[in-house]
């Protein structure tokens, strides 16, 4: 709402330094922020102490357009106007190290071509964390679109609340998403994984600080069963926004920010136990995860290739997907990343 406002007042005082200054930061909120490139650029030749940080939101915006060295230099004029005990130094010198892998990136794509699934699927809105059964027949996303449960908007961006939908191939189409009214709420629920069998939906809920829930197909009544909770040791008071289990069901991979962990969101392991509930959560520890978010896990079917996605290690910006194998002595090899066009400067995560 902002940005429609500031962008309105430029049609009439182009030359405005602060407006186009604040659509540059209200783009860079947003998932357009590569957008906000020219605003910045505009805000630095009217008034470049506009802000004292403006080089770092203007190396952002080159970032984010894949200008990496552009980005680097300015970040680096930025850091010769700053001590470097600042705290903003350790996030600007992060920034350095991601231009210069997505400049390695850029120059070795890998073999993959990016094809957006289509308007039956995609709507206007924001539609996001697909998951799929292992024969790619059955799709589960989440969506904010118009329509959902509830139909009130959330008071903190004024989008509708997180719905879930699913849709089913069939002659090589998809058929029109349906609303999982059984099981969605007046509240946030998005779908995070589906069993390989297609019968097991795991839910977030923003509930208890954010947990996970679990949904099992009723083929009697072709419905989707009530959520139940994964359990205390899955769920905590804190966070715990992704998971995935692997092919036999014994395992599943999840995320939490959790005290004792590397910093920030952690990927766990755990088991099921005889009775059949979810054992103590286990930290995939160093080779994993890292003090900045790591999230997202999807076990591959053959259970030793872990993808995930991180805010760490060789990343070009945001979140990058990586892939890890498990190793014979229990340890994870080096996370390898899926490179670009997989990965690009913005958030790449939710990878199934």
Not at 278 to 298: I, Q, R
Not at 301 to 313: E, I, K, M
């Amino acid at each position: 709402q902002a940005l429609d406002l500031y962008l309105q007042g430029l049609k009439s005082d182009p030359e405005n330094p602060k407006a186009n200054f604040q659509a540059g930061i209200c783009y860079l909120e947003t998932a357009y922020k590569e957008k906000s490139l020219p605003y910045l650029k505009k805000a630095l030749q009217l008034k470049p102490d506009i802000h004292a940080q403006l080089l770092v939101f203007l190396g952002e915006a080159y970032q984010y357009n894949h200008q990496f060295p552009e980005a680097v230099k300015q970040y680096e004029a930025f850091l010769k106007t700053v001590d470097r005990n600042e705290p903003v130094t350790a996030h600007v010198n992060r920034r350095i190290y991601e231009c210069h892998n997505g400049t390695r990136y850029l120059k070795e794509p890998v073999k993959a071509k990016i094809d957006n699934i289509g308007s039956v699927i995609n709507s206007k809105y924001a539609d996001f964390a697909p998951v799929i059964s292992a024969n790619e027949a059955v799709l589960v996303f989440t969506s904010r679109r118009e329509g959902s449960v509830g139909g009130e908007l959330t008071p903190d961006d004024n989008q509708f609340y997180e719905d879930m939908y699913i849709t089913y191939k069939g002659n090589g189409t998809w058929t029109v998403p349906r609303n999982l009214k059984e099981i969605n709420t007046d509240q946030h629920d998005a779908c995070v994984a589906l069993s390989p069998d297609g019968k097991q939906l795991f839910i977030y809920r923003d509930k208890n600080g954010g947990d996970l829930y679990s949904s099992n197909f009723d083929a009697v009544n072709n419905v989707w069963a009530k959520p139940q909770s994964l359990g205390d040791n899955i769920n905590t008071k804190h966070y715990e926004p992704s998971i995935s289990m692997t092919a036999d069901g014994q395992t599943i991979y999840f995320s939490s920010n959790r005290p004792g962990g590397a910093g920030g969101l952690d990927i766990y392991r755990s088991t099921k136990t005889p009775d059949g509930k979810w054992g103590e959560a286990v930290n995939l520890g160093p080779a994993v995860n890292t003090p900045y978010d790591d999230d997202a896990p999807f076990i591959h079917a053959d259970g030793q290739t872990l993808y995930f996605s991180s805010r760490g290690h060789a990343g070009m910006g945001g979140f990058d997907i990586y892939r890890t194998e498990s190793q014979e002595d229990g340890s994870w090899s080096r996370p390898e990343n899926l490179g670009y066009p997989i990965n690009t400067a913005d958030d790449d995560i939710y990878f199934v």
